[in-house]
Nanobody
Framework: VQLVESGGGLVQTGGSLTLSCATSGFPFEAYVIGWFRQAPGKAREGVSCITGGGPITNYRDSMKGRNTISKDNAKNTVYLQMTSLKVEDTAVYYC???????????????WGKGTLVTVSS
């Protein structure tokens, strides 16, 4: 099983980034795939998750309206488009997969290694 995040980097406040999560080794369409983030000194938190039927939640209220999750079943890849980025969005962003219908980071089965997003003022 592999989940590989990419697309992180340094961006200025107000900018945009699109993260990608390429997966393999499990039945992609049968799993919930989610994006989570962990800022320095803080707990890992959910951002958004998606199933075969579409997004199940914009888990993180602080990012509501500023992120769009999507998936490409042909490429086994999930994307997270983030706009109007703020300094407080700085974190390592992880993707994860769960067999159950959940966006709870404690319930995810597989994790990627993360990609760092840094938002400068």
């Amino acid at each position: 099983v592999q989940l590989v995040e990419s697309g992180g980097g340094l961006v200025q406040t107000g900018g945009s980034l699109t993260l990608s999560c390429a997966t393999s080794g499990f039945p992609f369409e049968a799993y919930v795939i989610g994006w989570f983030r962990q800022a320095p000194g803080k707990a890992r938190e959910g951002v958004s998750c998606i199933t075969g039927g579409g997004p199940i939640t914009n888990y993180r209220d602080s990012m509501k309206g500023r992120n769009t999750i999507s998936k490409d079943n042909a490429k086994n890849t999930v994307y997270l488009q983030m706009t109007s980025l703020k300094v407080e969005d700085t974190a390592v962003y992880y993707c994860a997969a769960a067999r159950e219908r959940t966006c709870d980071p404690m319930m995810m089965d597989f994790w990627g290694k993360g990609t760092l997003v840094t938002v400068s003022s």
